[in-house]
């Protein structure tokens, strides 16, 4: 299966257009969006509706008219999405127009696609997409997903005990992993892929962790070995590490988080995992 994958688009208008030219021109077999989709900066709730419906839904509808539907959307939110909004991304699912795939499994070309948008907690207030990673811990200078801001209400005993480990355990069930692409919001911890500039800084005299990824999803690839997984979320990590792809066993997995004005788009067939390349594509 010959796929695209993008990342961390943050509601660039610019970034979007070309993408979907770029879509329309190469007609890949799947598109991945793996989160952080909507505008950074807050904006009208009716405006950020109508940004969802023209930038994102309108395209993809009109693509799907144009190739006779041959190509799927696969979808999932970042930590940067507010999560009222999510339900909008839902209902396009059952229209049937794109998959909006957290914590769910869909078949697709004799293989299959899982995503999960949760991250470990950041410095960041809102909270919507962050879970503990694998305990009750929180890095220095992290902010508890107890506290902070949530655009949705959510049960205290969800907050407090859920985890990004007990999640990614329930959705390695779903499906045979050495068959699976897994879209991540979050890279998996002391990657090439989870790398902050966070070097030398301090909180109170305690270092950050220059990692930033999580754990759970970390030890799920070693344990699991799926077929390939799919990242975004540390925008500077391929900047500083000068690496986009890494290999964990037999596992491929590729960030498309990017720092720079330009549309990072990375490539892909599923049979020829090592032949991926990824292009920093001018939109001005």
Partial sequence: MKGIFVSDIHGNIPRFQRLFQIIRHETPEAVFFGGDLLPIHPIKHNSMEEFIE??????IKDILNDFDNKIRFFIILGNDDPRMYEQLFIDADKSGFLNYIHQKTISYKKIYVTGYSFIPPTPFQLKDWERYDVSQYVDVGAVSPELGIRTIDVPLDEIKYS???EDVEKISKQSPSEKTIYL???PPYHSCLDRADLAGKKVDHA????HVGSIAIQRFITTHQPLLT???HVHESAR???VWKEKIGSTYSFTAAHDGPELAIVRFDTDYLENAIRELISVS
Avoid at 54 to 59: D, L
């Fill in 240 to 242: 500083i590490t000068g």
């Fill in 207 to 210: 270092p950050m962790d220059v």
């Fill in 163 to 165: 985890t990004i480990a």
């Fill in 54 to 59: 023209t930038t994102i839904f309108s395209e």
């Fill in 184 to 186: 991540f919001h979050s």
């Fill in 230 to 232: 799919l990242h975004g």
